[in-house]
Structure formats: C-alpha cells, structure tokens
C-alpha cells in the first residue's frame, strides 16, 4: 500500500466535553415518543424466564416493569398437600443451582419442632455440601456474568472447573444437583470411601480457577469499564427492599448469617471471613463473589479436617409426625437469605410453609435501579444482581 | 424447489439422494436456546461443557433468531403463563422443524403434576420428537436423545412419506397398523 | 418445645433482647399489642390491624429494623381432607390434617392473619409481627411508605389470598397470568389435579418382576 493518510488535526478536548457530546440530542425538531421494548421471556441475558418491559427514550430506561410468574409452580400451595419427605424433594428446585441448600433451612425447622437434632457428623457433612452448592453457583455466576459483559472465554472455564464440584457432590449423593439428601434427623447416607481425599483435590483445582478469574476477568481493563458505577444501590435501600446475600455485602453492609444469625450447622466451629465492598456498583457484585468462593473453599477444607466419626442420622420414627407449633429457619445461601416458616398442626405434613426467598427480594429493586440506565447496563445489571428464576417465582 | 414436496425424494430410485440429504440435515442442526428452569442448566453443560460438547454432533446452539432454527429442546417447567410464547416461538420456526423434551416437567408436568400453574407436559402445546427422561437428564442422557433424533431424521422419507409430511409441516403419525 | 396448646396466651419466658424489643413496641403501640409469644426463639407479636402500619414505623426507626425479611398470609381454615379415604383400608394420597380450626403462636381472632418478619442487619435481632384480617372485608394497611420491598410482597399477598392493602400503589398479579380466577392459597380453593386423581406414586401398577430361577445343581455358574 503505497497511499498515506494525511495527518489528522489535532483537536483539543476537554474530558468532559466526550459525555456532552454522547448525550446531545440529534435535532431539537424531531420530538420522537418512548419505545417500549420488551426483554424476554424468553432471551439468553434474562437467565430464565423474566420478561421486563422497559420504557425507553432513546437509550436511556425511563421505567422498567418486570413481569415474573413465568416459573410460578405453586410451590406453597405443594406442600400443603405432601408429608415432610416429600416437600424436601421438591424444594430443592426452588433454587435450581445450589439445590442442596435449599433444603437445609426446611429441615433444620422441622428438626427444630421435632426437637431432634442432627449428630455432628452428619452437620458437617450438611455444612461441606452447603458450601460445595455455594462454588458451584457462584462458579457458574463468575463465568456467565463475564459472558454477559461480552467474554465467552471465562463460561467455559467456569462450566469446565464447575464439573469438579458436581463430581464430588454426585459421588456422595447420587444427583449432580437435586441431591434429595437431608432427612429429617440426619442424612441419607454416609460419605464413600475416598471422597475426602478427593475433595482436597478439588478445592485445591478451585483456588486454582479462582486465581486465573482473579486475572482474566476482574483484572480485565474492558470488563472494569463496563461495571464499575453501574447499577449502584447504597446499603440501607438494600435492606429496606430486602435485598440480601453478597448484593447487600457488595454494598457495605457487614451482615452474613452464618456469623451474625443464629448458630446453625457447624460455621461457629469453623474460621472465616465475610467479604464487603464499599462501592455497590456491578464490579463490587462480582468481586464479593468471587472472594466468597475462595472463602468456601477454605472453609471447606477446614471442615474436612474437623469431620468427626459418628453416626450419620438421629433416631426418628418411620412415619414422621411433626409436632404442631411454628418455625422460622433462615440461612445463609448462596443468593441471599432464604427462610422457611414453617406452621404444623402435627400431622405428616405442613400445614403452611411460607417460603422466603433471596431474590424475589433482590429483584424487585429493578424497577427503582434501571431509572436512567442504558441498554447495556440493564444487562450488566441483570447478570451482576444474579438471581435464579425458580427462587423468584417458587 | 419442490422435489421433496412432490414426493420425489421419497421414491426407492434416488434413494442415495435423500440418503444424503438427511446426512447433511442431521449433522447440522441449529438448536433454539430455550432453557426455561433446571434442565436448561444440565442442556448448558452439555453444550459448553468441554466434558460433553453437544457441539462435536454437529448442533449449534446458536442461531440469531427462530427463524434460523431447526430444532427446539425444551427443558423445563412449562407454566400456563409461558405456553403462549412457547406456542408463539414454535410456529416461528420455519418446517421442517423437531422438538426434544427434556426433564420430566416437560415431559408430563413432572413433580408439579398437581400444581394449579404448570401446563402437564409440553407436548400439549406442541408436538414432541423425543422424550428425554429424568430430573435432570443427565448431559449424556440429552446426548442419547440428540443421537436417536438423529437416526430418525436419517430415516425419514426412506420407505415412509416423513419427509414430505415434515417439509410441509404436517403431523407425522408414529407407529399404527401397518408398522 | 411443642407448643400443643391452642389460642392460649403464653407467659412464654423471653430473652432480653426479645424483652426488649416487646418493651419497646408496648411503649409506642400501648393498646396495640395483643399478645405475644416465644416461638422456638424467634419472637411473634399480634398487633391490632389499625396498628399495623405504625408497628412497621417503630420496628424500622426505633428497633433498627432495616431489613424487611417478607410479608404473607395465612388462612386458618381446616385443610379439606384428601381424596381416596373412602374405602377403609386405603392410604389417603395427601396427609391428613385436623378438621377443628385452631390457630399458631399468639393466637388469632378469625381465619386470615398477615405475618411480616423484619430484622436488624446491625443489632442482629429480629421479630415477627402478626396481625388479623377481617374475613368478610378483607383489608390490611399498606407498608410500602415504610419498606418499599413489601410492595411486591403485598401484591403476592393479595394474589393468593385475596387481601386487600390500604395504601399500595398498584395491587395486581405478580404471579399468575391476569385472567386467573380464585385465589390459590386459600384452603377453599381446591387442587384440582389431586381431586380428579391420587397420587399415582400409592398404587404400584406393575407387578414384581419374577424372581430368577433356581440354578441347577452341576450348573456352571
């Protein structure tokens, strides 16, 4: 090529002056109404069927209305007519991801009114499939929000190292996720041989992956300008919507149940800390995250050092007959704060389970968070608030 | 082009040509991303799992609209509120078209098969190719489905008149007095 | 502790900072307060209905409730008993509830209560507040000018149960599509899927597989 360009003028602008320029308008004249456009139900960056109605001038969201009910199984409506068992096995679906936590708080209050407890062999296992439930979801989490942003390179890493984690947890109980292990008094059966080894092996693969996250994502010039002050929500709007979980923490407030709640499984036995952030933007989402899956593992590797022998269940009669009384079992998962109150009249099943779940809280801050936003942030906010359908609409 | 419609194809003298038709069709299906609850998570990881890698079979899940699509998995819980668009979306795919059911809750409704909000089995919408059974179906579990649906497209319009009714998007009956 | 007794004021013994947040809501609320209980640790206080908003108030800037946890119904209507126990001898597909209406911690006046749980993120407390719903007009005072999270939670309130809420911007479906009839939670609405057929998980339909045959003696095995 033998043609140069000539050499461009030099302009001198002030920083400022870029914004002014983006958001000018095209002509004074051309007065055009809102667009509504409407984001799903079905759409790969919903993450399951939400459809929100957004209401824009231009590029900017002037209002957004979710529209949820398009998982709405009729989950409390369920357990009114099932025994005990059987609710455990459909309420771990509420929460596709970490299946195995959605059952423990369940259980712990049904215990709880059995006056039974669980012996500590069987808490620590319910504790390490807790936070083997917790890397995984936030595995998936840390690749597909980098795949929301745009990179397509941390999903498969993330789907790749996530297998790890469903190994184990198919190993001890039999169901890459819907485990259907807890039952009332303890668990369904004990830990295979080889599988504490195994699951130092693992952890150690997850700090690993952790690490190459740590650089390829979070680290990423491109990945920061596209999350940082996006989507900022200040702490104490979050509590009054109830957000809860790592989206509260990734705004400044220092609340984790597993350390602040009251005492359930084996975490005040174990060591650890609670990630917060101070910004409440996207980035701090996905940063609190990801520490908090390095601090699982760690805690997982503790609790494999401290498991004792023992039996694995308490003795409880065959047909489970749950005295009348009520119940309010909270816990720490990985979407947030997850509840069951739980209303007996001692028969074999529930008469009413109230179930109080993380993100039908965090999502309904959407309407006040996307005021102003752009297109592309709704996105980046949609991935960063991590919500799970099922957990929405039960 | 019509040589299907007409029933060219199907005639036991250029069976080497439908033969190679239905090669080329079966391994080059665009799968429709339609991922509703915890099917669509196993169905991902069939997909981007290098473990499982759907995409070695030759589907790729990633046509820009429905209207590129050729196959439709559908995995999860369907709702009496989502059967309109699932409804919607299907006919949006131009013929000839399959559909695998994945998971239990599109098989039949599933564990929420008394539920007052879940329609009992998405083949009460649309018609159904291939069911694949489980809660979830295991990766390799929606792979065997993918392979079976396979060998059924690489015998349609082979001694039966499935290709011709599958072009022109008519129901195709299965078994009856004469199979 | 099983609580077995029924609609019957407990002199439940109550930690001190469950002593001290009943002081509290007792102080502003006064008359306000009907009962209270000790529901294996976590602390229930039935409030009248025209104090149902200003107990919301106290809990938020007096108790430091910032967290508002969620806000349900209840109907305390008996469970309809379950297909398939006309025959003696044949397993009912759905538990067996009791057929007398009796009522849960701190007791209620009719058949709807509203229960809310809010908690403190810095004082690491919480408390369960309850409060009764008049059957024939049902309508309970709105908490979105206090929690602007009971916003959602009230409209699925509303859904299920068919309560109304004093003060809410826009109370329609959250959940179900908008040409749905009835409302689900009630005990009167019935499952229609479980009367028109069981369980099918009682009954097994196909039989045992034959055991496999003796060997013969002098068989290779």
């Known amino acids: ?394 | 082009m019509g040589l299907v419609e007409r029933g060219v194809l199907s005639k036991p003298a250029v069976k080497p040509l439908t033969w190679l038709l239905n090669y080329s069709r079966k391994y080059s299906l665009w799968m429709f991303q339609w991922g509703l609850a915890c099917c669509a998570i196993e169905m991902a990881a069939a997909l981007a799992g290098p473990r499982y890698d759907m995409m070695r079979l030759g589907v790729i899940p990633f046509p820009a609209s429905p209207r590129q699509a050729d196959l439709v998995v559908v995995s999860g819980t369907v709702t009496d509120k989502m059967a309109p668009a699932i409804k919607r979306l299907y006919e949006q795919i131009p013929d000839p078209k399959y559909v695998i059911s994945m998971g239990s809750c599109s098989n039949c409704g599933g564990p929420y098969w008394d539920s007052y909000s879940v329609t009992k089995g998405v083949d009460q919408i649309i018609p159904v190719d291939v069911y694949v059974p489980g809660c979830p179906p295991r990766p390799e579990a929606l792979l065997e489905g993918i392979v079976m649906l396979q060998a059924r497209i690489q015998n349609e319009g082979i001694g039966n008149t499935e290709l011709a009714a599958r072009w022109q998007g008519e129901p195709i009956t299965v078994g009856g007095a004469d199979a | 502790m099983p609580d077995g007794a029924p609609a019957e004021p407990e002199a439940a013994t109550l930690d001190p900072a469950q002593s001290e947040i009943l002081a509290t809501l007792e102080a502003e609320l006064g008359e306000g307060v009907i009962e209270h209980t000790d529901a294996l640790g976590n602390l229930v206080v039935r409030v009248r209905p025209e104090a149902w908003r200003r107990s919301a108030e106290v809990a938020k800037a007096m108790l430091g409730c910032d967290y508002l946890s969620f806000v349900a119904g209840i109907d305390w209507l008996p469970a309809p008993a379950p297909g398939g126990d006309d025959d003696a001898g044949v397993e009912p597909s759905a538990p067996v509830q009791p057929t007398e209406m009796t009522f849960g911690a701190a007791g209620s006046e009719g058949r709807f209560q509203v229960f809310a749980h809010v908690q403190s993120t810095a004082r690491h407390h919480g408390v369960t507040l309850k409060t009764d719903v008049d059957e024939a007009k049902p309508l309970a005072e709105s908490w979105v000018s206090v929690y602007p999270g009971a916003d959602w939670h009230e409209r699925e309130c509303w859904e299920m149960f068919g309560i109304g809420f004093d003060g809410h911007p826009s109370l329609r479906h959250l959940f179900l599509p908008g040409d749905f009839e009835g409302h689900p939670l009630r005990k009167d609405f019935p499952l229609l899927a479980r009367e028109v057929k069981p369980w099918p998980g009682l009954v097994d339909v196909e039989a045992m597989p034959e055991p496999d045959p003796e060997p013969e003696p002098g068989a290779v095995p």
């Open chain 1, 1 to 394: 090529m033998s043609t140069t360009n000539p050499p461009m003028p030099e302009i001198q602008l002030e920083p400022g002056a870029l914004r002014h320029l983006a958001e000018a308008q095209v002509n004074v004249e051309l007065d055009t109404g809102d667009m509504i456009l409407n984001l799903g139900p079905q759409h790969p960056a919903t993450h399951g069927t939400l459809r929100l109605v957004v209401r824009l001038d231009g590029e900017r969201v002037i209002s957004a209305d979710p529209v949820i009910g398009y998982m709405h199984r009729g989950y409390e409506k369920l357990t009114e007519y099932r025994t005990y068992p059987q609710v455990t096995t459909l309420i771990n679906r509420i929460d596709w991801l970490s299946s195995f936590a959605n059952e423990v708080p369940f259980v712990d209050a049904a215990e709880r009114l059995m006056d039974v407890e669980a012996p500590p062999r069987a808490q620590y296992i319910r504790t390490i499939l807790t936070e083997l439930s917790r890397i995984a979801t936030f595995y998936l989490f840390l690749g597909e929000m980098a795949l929301q942003v745009g990179a397509l390179t941390p999903a498969f890493y993330s789907f790749r190292d996530r297998e790890y984690v469903l190994n184990l947890i198919e190993a001890a109980t039999g169901g890459r996720f819907h485990p259907n292990f807890n039952r009332i008094g303890g668990l369904k059966d004990d830990l295979p041989w080889g599988w504490i080894s195994e699951a130092r092996a693992a952890m150690a693969k997850i700090l690993d992956g952790c690490d190459e996250f740590e650089d390829l994502v979070v680290g990423n010039e491109i990945f920061q300008a596209r999350t940082r002050s996006i989507g900022i929500v200040g702490g104490e709007l979050g509590a009054a919507y109830g957000m809860s979980g790592s989206n509260l923490r990734a705004s400044g407030v220092d609340w984790d149940l597993r350390r602040d709640g009251r005492p359930y499984l084996v975490y005040p036995e174990l060591d650890f800390k609670v990630w917060t952030h101070t910004d409440g933007d996207s980035y701090a989402r996905y940063w609190v995250r990801l520490q908090e899956t390095r601090e699982s593992a760690r805690m997982v590797l503790q609790a494999l050092d401290q498991i004792p022998s023992g039996p694995i269940r308490a003795k409880v009669p065959l047909i489970i007959k749950v005295p009348a009384g009520e119940a309010w079992s909270e816990t720490e998962n990985p979407l947030g704060q997850m509840g069951y109150y739980v209303f007996s009249k001692g028969a074999t099943g529930p008469f009413r389970v109230k179930i109080r779940s993380a993100s039908f809280s965090n999502v309904s801050i959407l309407p006040w968070l996307l005021r102003g936003a752009y297109v592309p942030d709704v996105i980046t906010i949609l991935a960063s608030l991590y919500f799970i359908l099922g957990d929405i609409d039960r």
